[in-house]
C-alpha cells in the first residue's frame, strides 16, 4: 500500500448532553483539554448546545461532540490514546492534569505506570473531564533494535 492509501486514524466523536455543550460548558471543556493537551476550538466549528469540535493540533485531527437525546455512556475503561514523545512529556502532560485536579475535582486521574513488555517499557496514565471517554496517555520506550514499525520475534 503506498502512503497515499493507509488509512489513519483522525477524530474521536461522542455524543453528549446538550447542556454539556453551554457556552460555559464549552468554555471549561476548552479550558481543561487546551491547557492539559493544547487542544482549541476548530473554528467556525463550535454551536452553543448542538456541536464542540476540538481541534487537535492539526485540522485533520480533532474531538468532535455533538449533542444527542440518548448521550454516550461508557463503562470506566473506554478511552482513546494519545502518544507523546518521551518520558517528560508524558509526566508533564500528568502535572498539568493533577494541578487541575487540585482545583476542579471532575478531573478523574490514574496514577502513570510503566508495563514492560519486553520490546517496549509502556509509560501511561489516564485522565478523564466531563466527557464520557478518558483519555489515556502513553509513551513508548522501545528496546534496542526495536521501534514502531517492528515485529518481534514469536
Same mark, same amino acid.
Given at each position: ?32 483539554? %487546551? ?45 482513546? %490514546? ?73
Amino acid at each position: 500500500m503506498s502512503t497515499q492509501e493507509i488509512p489513519r486514524f483522525n477524530h474521536v466523536a461522542m455524543s453528549v448532553s446538550p447542556e454539556l455543550l453551554s457556552p460555559q460548558s464549552q468554555k471549561e471543556l476548552l479550558a481543561f483539554y %487546551g491547557e492539559v493537551f493544547g487542544w482549541t476550538a476548530m473554528p467556525g466549528m463550535s454551536k452553543p448546545a448542538e456541536l464542540l469540535v476540538m481541534r487537535v493540533h492539526s485540522n485533520e485531527q480533532f474531538v468532535y461532540l455533538a449533542a444527542g437525546d440518548e448521550p454516550m455512556q461508557c463503562p470506566s475503561l473506554d478511552h482513546f %490514546g494519545l502518544s507523546v514523545g518521551d518520558p517528560g512529556a508524558l509526566y508533564a502532560t500528568h502535572e498539568r492534569a493533577t494541578k487541575w485536579r487540585q482545583r476542579d475535582d471532575r478531573v478523574e486521574i490514574t496514577p502513570p505506570r510503566v508495563e514492560d513488555y519486553k520490546v517496549l517499557k509502556l509509560h501511561n496514565f489516564y485522565v478523564g473531564y466531563r466527557l464520557p471517554m478518558k483519555v489515556e496517555v502513553q509513551c513508548y520506550d522501545w528496546a534496542e533494535g526495536m521501534g514502531p514499525e517492528s515485529l518481534p520475534d514469536t
